[in-house]
């Protein structure tokens, strides 16, 4: 925990005003509102944020909002209960979805959001009924092209375009995958309307006529957002990671174990950032990503 408030100052005095704890599941941490709380105290920091399996999210708000949390991100790839038990291996999206709830009861709108990772063949019918999520909750639902790492299996048959899942929400066409019902619930097409980015936004924005929430598309693999990109990863064992798809990393961890001063480190930092690949990783794109299949997993590398 100290380590992670040295981080945090260092990386505030230099700029940065969000910081979000992702994982593995940051909720497993005994400490984290004590973590969280010491982030929240810095002066130049206006957002604290996690990212979560929404599980045991529900009795832990209560700690995590007066320690100072003002996002909550929930990752949730189906809304089926037998799908959800096959890929988490436990039951529980009763559980999930009430935390989305819950959350959304005690932050502000547009605080709370749901990633929801699209693959051809296993979430692509439930597109419009995670749009239907945001029709009552204020709830941001954000559909996250599949990238590849390390041990996901990623292949192209089944990846799913943000130009396919716009599609399938919009219009019974359906390109070219006629056969696939894009609602379990057999909802409709929606209307949607663009909304405006922000500047650093790694989200493509639009909104369902009359939803409370948004609707947003991470488009990283047919629409990179790379030149305008400026988050930075440090990973659960203190690796700097300037890109999510380069396999590049200093570890600050060992220099501050071995006496590097915030100075030392700030120098680190920068040297990093200098070296960073003008796109995805200096890949090129999605099939680079996969033939160079030297990143960590995703799950190793925090979400």
Known sequence: ????????KLFANGGVDKVRLTGGEP?????LPEIISSIAAQPTISSVGITTNGITLSRHLPSLVNAGMTHANISLDTLDASKFEEITRRKGLHK????????CAVLPQGHVKINCVVMKGFNDNELRDFVDLSKDL?????????????DNGWNNDRFLSYASMMDRIISDGNGDDKDIVPSMKGLGPFDLERLVDGENDTTKWWQAAGHKGRLGFITS???????TCNRVRITADGQLKVCLFGSAEVSLRDAMREGASDTDLGLIVRAALQKKKFALGGHGNAEGIKKANNNRPMTLIGG
């Open 138 to 150: 204020p709830v941001d639902v954000r559909f996250i092209e599949w990238m590849p790492f390390n």
């Open 221 to 227: 693999m047919t629409e990179h957002f790379c030149g």
């Open 96 to 103: 999930v979805l009430k935390a989305i709830e819950d959350a």
């Open 1 to 8: 925990a100290n380590e992670v408030e040295r981080i945090v």
């Open 27 to 31: 909720l497993l941490r005994k400490d």
